[in-house]
């Protein structure tokens, strides 16, 4: 069993009003899509058949307004973390244009990692192709105005969030985690990687 | 004694024939039963079939349907690869639904032999009445009898497969090549039919969002 300590939430990190606006804006007439898992073996993506939560790119207008919040929230975390040698501070370089999460009742994220190597060969058909390793990943939580959709890690280490919360831990095996099932509402989330 | 040791090499298109949700068959009918009262959508004269109610689905009917089904599509890909290792899978990025029509099929109603555009064309039946499987199982002909999806590869030979047929059932869904020939015999029962069909193309992906620099300032 793993020990779950190496995260941080950084709270109120996104203004409410921000929240607000951008749900109201990604919900406007905007292209979501069922989320995809890959399938390294065959290299393809594909969709389970029930309980897929949908997923929209960010526009250049919102990435505007959230880049300078995700960039301080990674920050937050590099501090923290920073170790005391030239070669083991500021540890990520960039990070990836966030992803929008929709959970609608009934949705879920299944229990994964984020050492996602094949967003990040610098050559991946199907992704956008960045150069690097996942090292850090984000959850940033615009509402919390729902039921269900607890954030678990490793089956055991349930967080709670409130809307503005933004989470970020290592992206690698030793933090599996899930999104539980929506059971009334709606949850709007967005997720992005450090590298 | 010792079973011999042999390959099998597959040839020809690659068929897929799957189920799709119930919920999504009912949900495709109700969208499919509000084109028949709404301008533009009679689909005739861009089909093959003598059928009298075909109509094309919007935009957002598209994007319904590719949003429940791409699973299903996916599925495909991943049999075709692993069965043919046909090299445009390899290059695929995306699959597209570009076109997409609902047939509402009469007695006496078809579709003669004809292809479709894109790369990957399919035919799904949200709605099969029993009655079109007792007439079907009732032909004592030698033929495939009334009611039946045919799929055609080339000219008959002897010992060599060059054709499928079904009698398709609510929520059959059929996945194959847009050039593969392919046609449905009319029926006599006084029944309605409804089948959506449609055609899929491999696309890149256009968007390549840049990655953001840290700022530790």
Avoid at chain 1, 56 to 67: A, G
Avoid at chain 2, 22 to 44: Q, S
Avoid at chain 2, 75 to 100: A, C, E, I, P, Q
Wanted: proline share 5%; aromatic share 16%; with cysteine.
């Amino acid at each position: 069993m793993t020990s779950i300590k190496d995260y941080i939430v950084v709270k109120n990190a996104i203004p409410e009003k921000v929240c607000k606006d951008i749900i109201s804006n990604i919900e406007k007439d905007k292209p979501w899509e069922k989320h995809w898992w890959y399938d390294s073996v065959h290299d393809l993506k594909y969709t389970k058949k029930t309980k897929e939560l949908d997923v929209l790119s960010i526009t250049d207008e919102l990435s505007k307004i959230l880049n300078p919040i995700v960039n301080d929230a990674y920050k937050d975390y590099v501090n923290k973390f920073n170790g005391s040698g030239e070669n083991t501070k500021n540890f990520i370089n960039f990070f990836t244009p966030v992803r929008f999460n929709r959970y609608d009742v009934g949705t879920k994220m299944r229990k994964h990692f984020d050492f996602i190597q094949s967003i990040f060969d610098g050559q991946s058909r199907f992704f956008i192709p960045y150069k690097g390793i996942p090292i850090l990943s984000l959850v940033g939580v615009l509402n919390d105005d729902y039921e269900g959709g607890e954030f678990v890690f490793n089956d055991n280490h349930t967080l709670k969030f409130s809307a503005g919360d933004i989470l970020i831990f290592p992206s690698n095996f030793m933090y599996a985690h899930e999104v539980k099932e929506i059971t009334k509402g709606k949850r709007y989330s967005f997720v992005s990687w450090g590298f | 004694m010792k079973d011999d040791e042999y390959k099998f090499y597959y040839w020809g298109p690659y068929l897929y024939h799957t189920k799709v949700p119930n919920e999504i068959g009912t949900e495709m009918l109700r969208r499919g039963e509000l084109l028949k009262n709404k301008k533009d959508t009679d689909y005739r004269e861009m089909l093959a079939g003598d059928i009298r109610h075909e109509y094309v689905f919007s935009k957002e009917d598209r994007k319904y349907f590719t949003m429940n089904t791409m699973s299903l599509f996916n599925s495909y890909m991943v049999g075709l690869n692993d069965w043919s290792h046909v090299s445009k899978v390899l290059d695929t990025r995306v699959l597209k639904v570009f076109d997409l029509w609902i047939n509402f099929m009469q007695p006496n109603e078809y579709n003669p032999p004809h292809t479709h555009d894109g790369d990957l064309s399919f035919v799904y039946f949200p709605k099969v009445p029993k009655e079109l499987s007792e007439e079907g199982n009732a032909y004592k002909g030698t033929g495939s009898g009334p009611g039946k999806l045919e799929f055609a590869y080339g000219e008959k030979q002897t010992m060599v497969v060059t054709g499928h047929s079904f009698l398709p059932e609510t929520n059959d869904l059929f996945i194959f090549p847009s050039t593969l020939k392919h046609f449905v015999y009319p029926y006599k029962s006084n029944v309605e039919r409804v089948s959506i069909s449609g055609n899929i193309n491999f696309e890149d992906y256009k968007g390549k969002p840049l990655p953001i620099p840290m700022n530790y300032d």
